[in-house]
C-alpha cells in the first residue's frame, strides 16, 4: 500500500530526519583507524535514543536485527551487523545506514565514509555513488514514474562501468520502514509507479567497483559482493511536495 501523507506528517517526518542529519554530522568527525564497527553503532544509537526516538533497525526482521546501524564495510554492501571484532583500518570505506522512528514515522538514509586516505578509485566510487542519488533525486518529483529515477540511477553508474546492485531497492516509507513502492536503482523512463504529493520515498543506491552480483554471509544479514570487490551507499528520505521533492535527512556537506 501507498501511504499519502498531511503536511503535518510531513513536519513529523522531518523532526524524525533531522535525528539522522545529527547522526551522520557526529560521525562524520568520529570516524578514524582504530575504532569498532561497535563503537559507530554506540554513537547513532546514543544520538536517536537522546533524542526519545527509537532505532528503526534495531531488532528488525528474523533474525532480529541486532545493532541500530548497518555497518557496512568494503565489500559488504548492506546488512553489516556491527561487531566489537570489527576493527576499521586505514583505507576502508564504511557505509553506515540508519533509521530512527519519532512519534511514529521513520527515516532511513545512509552515508559511506572514508576511514582515513582511502585509494582513489574507491574515492571516485563513494563520490559517484552520491552523485547517482542526485542524478535520481532529479525525477523525484509529482507525476514522474520510479522507473524514471531507476533509470537516471543505472545510466550515470554504468556509465563509469560500474555495477548496480538490482535485489535491494529503495521504497516508499512513513509509518513503517519499508512500503511501496519499490524504488530501483534501474530501470526504463516512464515506467513504474507514479509519484504523488504527500508520498514519501528513499532512494538508495548501492554500487559496486566489479560485478553487480551479491550474497549473503551465514550470519543470516550481511550482503557482500560476489567479487569481493569494494560496494558503496548512499540514500536520503525525500517528501514528495507540490513544489518538489524535499529531502528530511540531509544537510550539506555531511
Ligand atoms: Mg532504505
Same mark, same amino acid.
Given at each position: 500500500?501507498?501511504?499519502?501523507?498531511?503536511?503535518?506528517?510531513?513536519?513529523?517526518?522531518?523532526?524524525?530526519?533531522?535525528?539522522?542529519?545529527?547522526?551522520?554530522?557526529?560521525? /562524520?568527525?568520529?570516524?578514524?583507524?582504530?575504532?569498532?564497527?561497535?563503537?559507530?553503532?554506540?554513537?547513532?544509537?546514543?544520538?536517536?535514543?537522546?533524542?526519545?526516538?527509537?532505532?528503526?533497525?534495531?531488532?528488525?526482521?528474523?533474525?532480529?536485527?541486532?545493532?541500530?546501524?548497518?555497518?557496512?564495510?568494503? =565489500?559488504?554492501?548492506?546488512?553489516?551487523?556491527?561487531?566489537?571484532?570489527?576493527?576499521?583500518? =586505514?583505507?576502508?570505506?564504511?557505509?553506515?545506514?540508519?533509521?530512527?522512528?519519532?512519534?511514529?514515522?521513520?527515516?532511513?538514509?545512509?552515508?559511506?565514509?572514508?576511514?582515513?586516505?582511502?585509494?582513489?578509485?574507491?574515492?571516485?566510487?563513494?563520490?559517484?555513488?552520491? /552523485?547517482?542519488?542526485?542524478?535520481?533525486?532529479?525525477?523525484?518529483?509529482?507525476?514522474?514514474?520510479?522507473?524514471?529515477?531507476?533509470?537516471?540511477?543505472? =545510466?550515470?553508474?554504468?556509465?563509469?562501468?560500474?555495477?548496480?546492485?538490482?535485489?535491494?531497492?529503495?521504497?516508499?516509507?512513513?509509518?513503517?520502514?519499508?512500503?511501496?513502492?519499490?524504488?530501483?536503482?534501474?530501470?526504463?523512463?516512464?515506467?513504474?509507479?507514479?509519484?504523488?504529493?504527500?508520498?514519501?520515498?528513499?532512494?538508495?543506491?548501492?554500487?559496486?567497483?566489479?560485478?553487480?552480483?551479491?550474497?549473503?554471509?551465514?550470519?543470516?544479514?550481511?550482503?557482500?559482493?560476489?567479487?569481493?570487490?569494494?560496494?558503496?551507499?548512499?540514500?536520503?528520505?525525500?517528501?514528495?511536495?507540490?513544489?518538489?521533492?524535499?529531502?528530511?535527512?540531509?544537510?550539506?556537506?555531511?
Amino acid at each position: 500500500m501507498v501511504e499519502i501523507l498531511t503536511s503535518e506528517e510531513f513536519e513529523l517526518m522531518k523532526a524524525s530526519g533531522r535525528i539522522l542529519q545529527e547522526v551522520f554530522r557526529t560521525l /562524520q568527525g568520529e570516524i578514524h583507524p582504530g575504532m569498532t564497527t561497535f563503537d559507530v553503532d554506540k554513537i547513532a544509537h546514543d544520538i536517536i535514543t537522546g533524542h526519545g526516538a527509537v532505532p528503526s533497525f534495531l531488532n528488525y526482521g528474523e533474525p532480529p536485527f541486532p545493532g541500530s546501524i548497518c555497518a557496512s564495510v568494503n =565489500e559488504e554492501v548492506v546488512h553489516g551487523i556491527p561487531s566489537k571484532r570489527r576493527v576499521l583500518r =586505514e583505507g576502508d570505506i564504511i557505509s553506515v545506514d540508519v533509521g530512527a522512528i519519532l512519534e511514529g514515522y521513520h527515516s532511513d538514509a545512509c552515508r559511506t565514509y572514508y576511514v582515513g586516505e582511502v585509494a582513489p578509485e574507491v574515492r571516485d566510487l563513494v563520490e559517484r555513488t552520491k /552523485q547517482s542519488f542526485f542524478e535520481g533525486l532529479k525525477y523525484a518529483k509529482a507525476g514522474m514514474r520510479t522507473g524514471d529515477i531507476g533509470h537516471a540511477v543505472q =545510466e550515470y553508474c554504468e556509465g563509469f562501468g560500474y555495477g548496480v546492485v538490482r535485489e535491494l531497492t529503495g521504497h516508499g516509507i512513513g509509518t513503517s520502514l519499508h512500503q511501496d513502492p519499490e524504488v530501483l536503482n534501474y530501470g526504463k523512463a516512464g515506467h513504474g509507479y507514479k509519484l504523488r504529493p504527500g508520498m514519501a520515498i528513499c532512494i538508495e543506491p548501492m554500487i559496486t567497483l566489479g560485478q553487480r552480483y551479491i550474497e549473503q554471509l551465514d550470519d543470516g544479514w550481511t550482503i557482500v559482493t560476489r567479487d569481493r570487490k569494494p560496494a558503496a551507499h548512499y540514500e536520503n528520505t525525500i517528501l514528495i511536495t507540490e513544489d518538489g521533492p524535499v529531502m528530511t535527512t540531509y544537510e550539506e556537506d555531511v
